[in-house]
C-alpha cells in the first residue's frame, strides 16, 4: 500500500475535520493517508511516495523556514502536491498581478510598493474608494487583516506600515457584496470543477471564515462564476492537485480576490462526492 503524508500544522495534529474525511476514500484507493506535522524533523519524508500539503495554517508566520522544507522535499525526489513551483509563486498574493496581465478581472487592488510612503487616507481619497481591505502579501485566515475607510484610515496607517515594511502590503477595494451577498469560493481537482461553497460574514463583520462566525453553504455558482473560474484555472501551468477560487460576483461579473493553492479548506464536507473526487485526482496523480 502507498504511504502518503497530509502535511499539517501542530495545532491540527491529526488533521481538521474536513481533511480526515479523506481518509477512507483513500484507503480504498490502496493510499495509506496519514497526518504528519511539517516541522517535525523527525518524520520520515523520504520514505513517502507523496506529500500532499494541507492545513499547514502557520505556514505565512514562517514562511523562509516552510519553502526551505518544501526545497527539500524536492531534493530528495518526494513527490509534493501541489507542485514546489506553484506552491512558491503562490505564497506571495503579487501573483494577483499575473491575472490581471493575462486579462483576468480582480478585485481593484492598490499594491504598497516597499520604500515608498504611502498617506493611506490620501490613497483612498486618489482611488475613489469608502472601504478597503488591508492585506499582508503572505498572509493565511485573515492574518493582520483590517478593514479600513476614510474615517479610520489615520489609525490604521501603523497596520499598513508595518506591513509594508515587512512582508509587503496589498489594499484591495472593499467589496459591498462580500456582505450584501456572500464570497464565492470554487474547489477544483485536477483542474476539474468539484463543487462551489458561498461563504458570507456575521453580521457587522466582513471576515467569511469559520473562526470569526462566518457561515458557510453549498451552492452551485451562475455561469459567469464558474466560467470565469474555469478560465483561471487555463492559466495554471501545471495543473494542481487542488486548487480553491475566491471572488465575489459584481454586476454579473466575477472578480478573483485570491487563489489558493498551498493549504485551503476544500470544504469536503459540503457534497458527498467531495472527498472521492479529491481521493480519485491523488490516485491518478501518483
Known amino acids: 500500500m502507498r504511504r502518503i503524508a497530509?502535511?499539517?500544522?501542530?495545532?491540527?495534529?491529526?488533521?481538521?475535520?474536513?481533511?480526515?474525511?479523506?481518509?477512507?476514500?483513500?484507503?480504498?484507493?490502496?493510499?495509506?493517508?496519514?497526518?504528519?506535522?511539517?516541522?517535525?524533523?523527525?518524520?520520515?519524508?523520504?520514505n513517502c511516495d507523496a506529500v500532499i500539503?494541507?492545513?499547514?495554517?502557520?505556514?505565512?508566520?514562517?514562511?523562509?523556514?516552510?519553502?526551505?522544507?518544501?526545497?527539500s522535499l524536492e531534493r530528495a525526489g518526494v513527490r509534493v502536491f501541489n507542485q514546489p513551483s506553484l506552491l512558491r509563486w503562490n505564497a506571495d498574493k503579487i501573483y494577483l498581478r499575473d491575472f490581471e496581465r493575462k486579462g483576468v478581472p480582480i478585485i481593484p487592488t492598490f499594491w504598497g510598493?516597499?520604500?515608498?510612503?504611502?498617506?493611506?487616507?490620501?490613497?483612498?481619497r486618489d482611488l475613489g474608494w469608502q472601504k478597503a481591505v488591508i492585506k499582508p502579501r503572505i498572509s493565511a485566515s485573515a492574518h493582520k487583516t483590517r478593514l479600513?475607510?476614510?474615517?479610520?484610515?489615520?489609525?490604521?496607517?501603523?497596520?499598513?506600515?508595518?506591513?509594508?515594511?515587512?512582508?509587503?502590503?496589498?489594499?484591495?477595494?472593499?467589496?459591498?457584496?462580500?456582505?450584501?451577498?456572500?464570497?464565492?469560493?470554487?474547489?477544483f481537482f485536477a483542474g476539474h470543477f468539484s463543487h462551489a461553497v458561498m461563504k458570507t460574514p456575521k453580521p457587522g463583520d466582513f471576515r467569511?471564515?469559520?473562526?470569526?462566525?462566518?457561515?458557510?453553504?453549498?451552492?452551485?455558482?451562475?455561469?459567469?462564476?464558474l466560467d470565469t473560474a474555469v478560465r483561471i484555472?487555463?492559466?495554471l501551468d501545471p495543473t494542481p492537485l487542488y486548487a480553491r477560487v475566491d471572488g465575489v460576483e459584481s454586476n454579473r461579473h466575477f472578480l478573483l480576490m485570491e487563489l489558493e493553492l498551498i493549504e485551503p479548506a476544500?470544504?469536503?464536507?459540503?457534497?458527498?462526492?467531495?472527498?472521492?473526487?479529491?481521493?480519485?485526482?491523488?490516485a491518478a496523480a501518483l
Open 208 to 225: 467569511v471564515q469559520h473562526e470569526y462566525g462566518g457561515f458557510t453553504v453549498a451552492q452551485d455558482p451562475p455561469a459567469p462564476v
Open 113 to 124: 510598493e516597499s520604500g515608498t510612503p504611502t498617506d493611506l487616507a490620501a490613497q483612498l
Open 6 to 46: 497530509l502535511a499539517t500544522s501542530a495545532a491540527y495534529s491529526a488533521l481538521t475535520e474536513d481533511d480526515r474525511l479523506l481518509l477512507g476514500p483513500l484507503a480504498e484507493r490502496g493510499l495509506r493517508a496519514e497526518p504528519a506535522v511539517w516541522k517535525d524533523l523527525k518524520y520520515s519524508w523520504r
Open 148 to 187: 479600513t475607510s476614510a474615517q479610520s484610515a489615520a489609525h490604521d496607517q501603523a497596520l499598513f506600515d508595518e506591513l509594508q515594511c515587512g512582508p509587503g502590503v496589498m489594499l484591495q477595494k472593499f467589496m459591498d457584496e462580500v456582505q450584501t451577498a456572500g464570497e464565492w469560493s470554487l474547489m
Open 53 to 71: 500539503i494541507r492545513s499547514c495554517w502557520d505556514y505565512h508566520l514562517r514562511l523562509d523556514e516552510f519553502l526551505a522544507w518544501i526545497d
Open 233 to 235: 484555472m487555463d492559466t
Open 266 to 282: 476544500l470544504f469536503l464536507d459540503a457534497t458527498s462526492d467531495a472527498p472521492r473526487l479529491l481521493a480519485d485526482a491523488i
